[in-house]
Every structure is written in C-alpha cells, then in structure tokens.
C-alpha cells in the first residue's frame, strides 16, 4: 500500500488538482435591469423616452427596485429587476457588452433586440469557469 500511494497523489495531482489549479477566472458582472419592451422604430423611440424618464427618477433618489416594479415588463420586476451573477455569453451581446463596461451603481441605456433597458450594474467580480 505505502508504494501505491505516492502514484494515487501524482494520479490526483495530475488529473484534479493540475485542473484547478490551471482554470483561469471569469469575470462576472451581477445587473437590474427594467425592459421597455419594443419591436417598431416607433416602439423604440417611445421605450427611449420612458428609459430617460427612469434615469431621471433615479437621478432624483427613487429606488431602482421600486421603478422596477413599476416600469419593468419581464419576470425581474417583482425582484427589482435583478439579474443576479452572470458571466459573457449568457446575455445578448449590446447588453453585456453595457454591463462589462459600466461603472457600478452608475444607471445607463441599453438597447438591444428586446427593447430599450435601463441598467445597473450593482457589482464585478472573477469566478471560477465553468
């Protein structure tokens, strides 16, 4: 037994461990958000509107979540409007793209294929990969 178990710790080290210990981080980025949704220019220009109207709701201290609740359109409404954690890849490209470049807390416009968002990007960090 005492000889196999120096070859069960390299077999470990090689195949588990060396695994872990090689991943490189992920960035991720936990987002609210509140979707006017829209579908024609005309929908587009009038979701615009209603997103610079939040910003300057927000701009006067009303709450995110609140807003939300009021103005959101999808299932994160009744949460805040929050996203949680997520990682590139796993939301359409204009709006992850927003949320990797934004500064926290700092609300912004996004526009994608869905609609016209108001974001807020509420915290970055690095996880593992998947």
């Known amino acids: 037994m005492k000889l196999l178990l120096p070859f069960f710790i390299v077999f470990i080290l090689a195949t588990g461990c060396a695994k872990v210990a090689t991943e490189h981080p992920c960035p991720a980025v936990e987002a609210s958000h509140i979707l006017t949704p829209a ?43 929050n996203l949680g954690w997520f990682t590139r890849g796993m939301m359409v490209q204009p709006f992850e793209d927003s949320c990797y470049n934004a500064t926290i807390n700092k ?10 968002h108001v974001v807020k990007v509420t915290g970055k960090k690095d996880i593992p990969c998947n």
Not at 107 to 112: A, F, N, R, S, Y
């Open 39 to 81: 579908e024609s220019p005309e929908q587009f220009e009038n979701a615009q509107d209603t997103a610079e109207v939040i910003i300057a709701k927000l701009k006067n201290g009303e709450s995110f979540s609140d807003l939300a609740l009021q103005y959101g359109s999808d299932g994160t409404k009744t949460q805040g409007g």
């Open 107 to 116: 609300p912004l416009i996004v526009k994608t294929q869905f609609g016209v």
